[in-house]
């Protein structure tokens, strides 16, 4: 969980500021009168534990405007971490902006609404039951437009989302534009995963030019621009992309985003300026400052859910902070598509009432669960015959993605603390599953055999799951209909890919290595209550330059010995092994439980691995079911 500092007396401000769109001077009565004191007793409630209130010292840097945050102890920095200056050489670089109070918060990473005082300030509004249901926004009809690239979507320049927006009418000083970074940053980690799924670009709109911007794939070395932190007057200061990735302090941190395309994405005005090439870094040309009145703002990726999400919490954060701010649409030209961005349309759910009471452990009726709902910033409408209602989740919440969210939501109204403790009614005593019993024995008996064990992936894809091992997809895969990349689209079928990729990874260590997993595989099941199933598997592998059939035969037979049970082990043919050198495992009861064998050529190559390397895998689930019948004389 991330840990936030959240400026006090900006919290404060925007929880006593006026509802937007309130008449001038109005007030909003108990928000107005809360304290430091309040807000620390108040925030465990919401699910932000409070780490400490420190006092900080701000500090500028001059080169490029960044402002930090830093305790008495730390004393002032050493060198800017935007830019990379030394305040040791360049000691009139930095400039002291004041002391304040800093709430240290830890914060859940799937509440990146809150991350900023205004986003913070509508949660404790509506929990207090000053401002409660949806809020409100208003967004003019767009006048910028964005053409994107179709090469873009292309795999050798992919980074195909954007969204976009327009804030007018801003008023800027050193703690609202660092809010802005720190929302920028904040959003970079928990939404963009590091900034690979979506950056964020915030730029000074008045130093653009032109109502068409263009979002292209460009050469890494066709042009040139200033990037962030440069000298902006300094010819020598332009590089081209690639060189941005080499030479710049941002382009090697996150170059390896980039480096395997061909081509790069950049995001130019009418008049060809650049604002940015994502998702590294802006240009020092469109650089927001105190004297900034307009922003434009733009968000990129891989997957557009998320760049929506965080672009709508960009602007709602903005337009919390900044109450004279006026939002303003952008239209968005895609290969085949035309959208408006931000979208702040509200995701429509339905909750049933007596599930929701039952979860929670309390009584409620429908009125109830409404106006808990609408205290966490939820619009709600009851249902025809009581037992359901209608909610309206903001566009802003990243986190509701299942009618449990709003039951959670519920439960903080609530107050978890007024939740009275009951016994269970009958007392039991637990004890391990089988299957769990047998996984142990299992990880027991390979780690006496020699193996390290690993912890690999559920998630993978079918050209890593299937394509690398010379197989065709399994039917039996379940599908992600959503999946957040494309390394991440199937549920594993098997083991033995995760292994393969953990020896890929290890190629610099000394060889024999032997490794093995017992781990959870999932495959589509009619059948199945869920529609899938899961199925104790355990896989092994070695690696080593003399490591053949014999050597995986032998560990083989040692697991099953300690289980007491033999299988009858049958050649078989198969893609990805050695011919004659694979076989499968039958037990008693004639069921095929697993395989095991010498890996063919073409599978090494394609993890480019350069030493034979024997593998077995088996089902614990269905292992254990023979143990269960009576055993045959062994075969």
Aim: with cysteine.
């Amino acid at each position: 969980m991330p840990i936030i500092g959240m400026p006090v007396d900006m919290l404060l401000s925007c929880i006593a500021r006026p509802e937007r769109g309130a008449a001038a001077g109005e007030q909003v009565g108990a928000g107005a009168r809360l304290s430091v004191q309040d807000l620390m007793e108040l925030l465990p409630k919401l699910g932000c534990a409070v780490e400490e209130l420190a006092e900080v010292e701000q500090y500028r840097c001059k080169a490029c405007d960044r402002v930090s945050d830093r305790t008495q102890a730390q004393g002032p920095p050493l060198n800017c971490a935007g830019c990379g200056a030394d305040y040791r050489v360049r000691p009139d670089l930095l400039a002291s902006l004041g002391r304040s109070q800093v709430l240290r918060l830890d914060m859940l990473a799937v509440r990146p609404d809150l991350f900023d005082p205004g986003g913070m300030a509508r949660y404790i509004r509506g929990y207090l039951g000053i401002q409660t249901g949806l809020s409100e926004y208003v967004l003019s009809a767009p006048k910028l437009r964005v053409m994107v690239d179709p090469a873009l979507s292309n795999e050798e320049s992919y980074r195909p989302c954007i969204a976009c927006a327009v804030i007018r009418n801003v008023r800027l000083d050193s703690q609202s534009i660092r809010m802005v970074m720190n929302l920028q940053e904040d959003l970079h980690w928990a939404l963009g995963r590091d900034r690979k799924l979506a950056s964020i670009g915030v730029y000074d709109l008045d130093s653009l030019q032109g109502d068409v911007f263009h979002y292209d794939a460009v050469d890494p070395d066709g042009l040139r621009f200033v990037p962030l932190g440069s000298p902006a007057d300094d010819p020598a200061a332009a590089l081209t992309p690639r060189e941005i990735l080499d030479r710049h302090k941002t382009g090697q941190a996150y170059a390896h985003l980039l480096r395997s395309l061909r081509k790069y994405p950049l995001l130019r005005d009418g008049v060809g300026t650049v604002l940015s090439m994502p998702p590294i870094i802006n240009s020092e040309r469109t650089r927001v400052t105190m004297r900034t009145r307009q922003f434009f703002i733009d968000v990129t990726g891989l997957t557009q859910r998320t760049v929506d999400r965080a672009l709508n919490i960009v602007v709602t954060s903005l337009l919390e902070i900044m109450p004279q701010a006026q939002a303003e649409s952008v239209l968005i030209q895609s290969p085949g598509r035309t959208r408006i961005t931000p979208d702040l349309t509200p995701q429509e759910m339905t909750l049933s009432v007596r599930q929701t009471a039952q979860t929670i452990g309390i009584e409620l009726n429908a009125g109830q669960l409404a106006e808990l709902l609408e205290s966490m910033g939820h619009t709600v409408e009851e249902g025809e015959h009581g037992d359901t209602v209608r909610v309206l989740v903001p566009a802003y919440r990243n986190d509701v993605m299942h009618p449990v969210d709003l039951v959670e939501d519920a439960a903080i109204a609530y107050g978890y603390e007024n939740i009275a403790p009951q016994l269970v009614p009958t007392l039991t005593v637990g004890g391990a599953r089988a299957i769990e019993e047998q996984s142990s024995l299992a990880r027991r008996v390979m780690t006496g055999l020699g193996f390290h064990q690993v912890m690999t992936l559920v998630l993978t894809s079918e050209p890593a799951a299937f394509g690398k091992w010379q197989i065709q997809p399994d039917p039996r895969a379940v599908r992600i209909e959503n999946p957040i990349s494309t390394e991440q689209t199937i549920c594993r079928v098997s083991l033995l890919p995760g292994l393969l990729e953990t020896l890929a990874i290890n190629k610099q260590y000394e060889l024999p290595q032997y490794l093995f997993e017992v781990g959870d595989c999932c495959f589509a099941d009619p059948q199945a209550e869920t529609g899938a199933r899961e199925e104790r598997m355990l896989a092994a592998a070695m690696i080593g330059t003399h490591v053949g059939y014999a050597d995986i035969r032998a560990v083989t037979d040692a697991l099953l010995h300690e289980f007491d049970r033999s299988c009858e082990v049958s050649p078989i043919q198969h893609p990805s092994y050695i011919p004659g050198r694979a076989a499968a495992l039958i037990a008693s009861d004639g069921q095929r439980i697993g395989t095991l064998g010498e890996l063919h050529p073409q599978v090494l190559e394609a993890y480019r691995l350069r030493h034979p390397v024997s593998v077995m895998e088996l089902s614990l689930e269905k292992l254990l079911a023979s143990l269960l019948r009576p055993a045959s004389p062994a075969q």
